[in-house]
């Protein structure tokens, strides 16, 4: 049973291009995330959704736009692809009612951009 | 804002080594803290967590104690193994922001 689930796993693409990376989970939560890890294994938090509600939106440039059309699924679209975002973009879901809000992550997807 | 810093890796252990790596954090509240696990082409894993100063989570023979007068949250086991290897994150949720602060990770090694 899968938790939370991102697809593709790897994803290489051309710069300039635009490019989508769906998230899923089946755990009930009603918050998802999205982060990103960069080459050095630097993770930070770029956006959160509650109910399909943007909550928290990271200083990232405006060609990420996350999309929940319900709550088990956040998606991220990226417009112009650039090097630099080139890195390994983890989705994550927790339970608002948690205290400890224990996060679950997705396997992860790879993106490079040639 | 808030922030977590951990120790510089790699860290290189032979096995049944004892192993601490470092954390410590500046919050502007009464944050939980966590650490999470990364082994090779994987996502992250929650390792423990502790909510409260002086909780201690535990899981795995891993222990860390939530120290509020140090602002720390070490992690720590007696004796790693080989299949412990992969890159641990400290983190850290502060009250009222769901979004988790990680450090920057600590690569962990160890040798039959």
């Known amino acids: 049973d899968t938790a939370v689930s991102q697809t593709p796993k790897y994803l290489v693409t051309q710069m300039g291009n635009d490019k989508s990376i769906k998230c899923e989970q089946n755990l009930g939560h009603d918050t998802m995330y999205w982060y990103k890890q960069d080459s050095k294994k630097f993770l930070k938090i770029m956006f959160s959704?509650?109910?399909?509600?943007?909550?928290i939106n990271e200083t990232v440039p405006n060609r990420f736009s996350p999309k929940s059309p319900d709550k088990a699924h956040l998606n991220l679209h990226i417009n112009s692809l650039e090097l630099g975002d080139s890195a390994v973009y983890f989705c994550?879901?927790?339970?608002?009612?948690?205290?400890?809000?224990?996060?679950?992550f997705g396997p992860g997807t790879r993106l490079t951009v040639l | 804002g808030n922030s977590v810093t951990q120790m510089e890796g790699p860290v290189t252990l032979s096995e049944e080594a004892f192993l601490t790596i470092n954390c410590t954090y500046t919050?502007?509240?009464?944050?939980?803290l966590f650490w999470y696990v990364q082994y090779p082409g994987e996502g992250l894993q929650l390792l423990l967590k502790?909510?409260?100063?002086?909780d201690k989570g535990s899981n795995k023979g891993f222990e860390a104690t939530y120290r509020k007068e140090t602002t720390s949250f070490h992690l720590e086991k007696g004796s790693v193994q080989v299949s412990d290897s992969a890159v641990y994150f400290c983190a850290l949720r502060d009250t009222g922001r769901r979004a988790l602060t990680f450090g920057s990770g600590t690569r962990l090694q160890v040798q039959p």
């Open positions: 502790a909510t409260k100063a002086d």
């Open positions: 919050a502007t509240g009464y944050p939980s």
């Open positions: 959704y509650n109910n399909k509600e943007l909550i």
């Open positions: 994550a879901s927790s339970s608002r009612g948690s205290l400890d809000n224990e996060q679950f």
